[in-house]
Each structure stands twice: as structure tokens, then as C-alpha cells.
């Protein structure tokens, strides 16, 4: 985006001013703590999980509706886990709007295909 390494977020507004705190925050981190990387190592390994958890509903939905429902249950708790322990963490009330949204709209995908899946296996009987 063209801002200088040395960069604060103060100087910028918007999308560019949260960009540069996160860089920020996230070289002041690993600079003095380089094992927190690892954390990100275990988030990266659950969001594969998570994935391939997908793949039974994929290949036999009516057999594997359960999975849709852990996946409803799942955006539908990023919610409250957000705003609860949002605060204490310091993450600003927008930031956590927008990690709700990641619940949101995992529902509202989640929901139709969950209907489907249940109209299915009422054809299949």
C-alpha cells in the first residue's frame, strides 16, 4: 500500500491506519516473542480441520447432515465468544462486528444447505 516501514497508525485513517497497527503489533511481537508464531501455526492447522471436516457432507450430505448443524452451532457461538471476550482482549466494538460477520455469514450459508440436505433425505425415504 505504499506506506513506509517506520509507519504509525495515527498518521493514516481507515483500512490503512488498522492494516499498519496490525503489522505493527505483529513485528513488535515476534520480535521479542518468536514462539507466539507458533500459535498461528495451530490456527492454520484448525481452519485444514475444519475443511476437511466439510468433505463428508460433500460426499453423502443426508448421512452427514450432523456436520452442517456443527457448522450452525459453530457461527452461531463466534458471536457471543466475540463480544465477551472481545473487551477484555482491547479489540475495538467495529473489529469485533466484523469477526460476527465470520459467523453471519457462515449461517446464512450454512442454513439453506442444511434445509436442502433435510429436503433430500426426506426424497431419499
Request: hydrophobic share 50%; aromatic share 14%; net charge positive.
Amino acid at each position: 500500500m505504499g506506506v513506509p516501514d517506520a509507519a504509525f497508525p495515527d498518521s493514516y485513517s481507515g483500512i490503512t491506519a488498522w492494516l499498519i497497527r496490525v503489522r505493527n503489533g505483529l513485528s513488535d511481537t515476534y520480535a521479542r516473542y518468536p514462539w507466539m508464531a507458533y500459535g498461528t501455526d495451530w490456527l492454520a492447522f484448525d481452519h485444514i480441520v475444519l475443511a476437511v471436516l466439510f468433505i463428508g457432507p460433500l460426499r453423502d450430505p443426508v448421512r452427514n447432515l450432523w456436520v452442517i448443524e456443527f457448522g450452525l452451532i459453530a457461527c452461531v457461538l463466534v458471536i457471543p465468544l466475540t463480544m465477551i471476550c472481545g473487551p477484555f482482549r482491547g479489540i475495538p466494538f467495529t473489529w469485533r462486528l466484523i469477526d460476527c460477520s465470520f459467523g453471519g455469514v457462515g449461517f446464512a450459508v450454512l442454513w439453506p444447505v442444511r434445509r436442502l440436505t433435510q429436503r433430500l433425505a426426506c426424497l431419499a425415504h
